[in-house]
């Protein structure tokens, strides 16, 4: 079973992709989360295995969650959600 938390500023895409992923046996939703300071509590707290990390948040946005939440578990699997094009964003998010 895949531990997944979804984080993402816009609740039609929280929602969306809470009801698609969850609709798959192995994957458990466990929890959503709106923006960045939200997403470091809910990792600390359910332990998922995977985020999906939208990149643009208010708050706290993805890159600063990303690095906060790797440096309390580096275990944890980050992938990020976005749609910048821009080349050096996309960099920055991968490093």
Do not use: W, Y
Request: net charge negative; hydrophobic share 50%; aromatic share 4%.
């Amino acid at each position: 079973m895949i531990r997944l938390l979804i984080v993402d500023d816009h609740s039609v895409v929280r929602r969306g992709l809470e009801t698609l992923l969850g609709s798959f046996a192995d994957i458990e939703i466990v929890g959503t989360a709106a923006d960045g300071i939200e997403a470091v509590q809910l990792a600390a707290e359910r332990h998922p295995d995977i985020i999906l990390m939208d990149l643009s948040m208010p708050n706290l946005d993805g890159f600063e969650a990303t690095r906060q939440i790797l440096a309390a578990n580096p275990t944890i699997r980050i992938v990020a959600l976005t749609s910048f094009s821009e080349q050096r964003k996309v960099f920055d998010a991968i490093s």
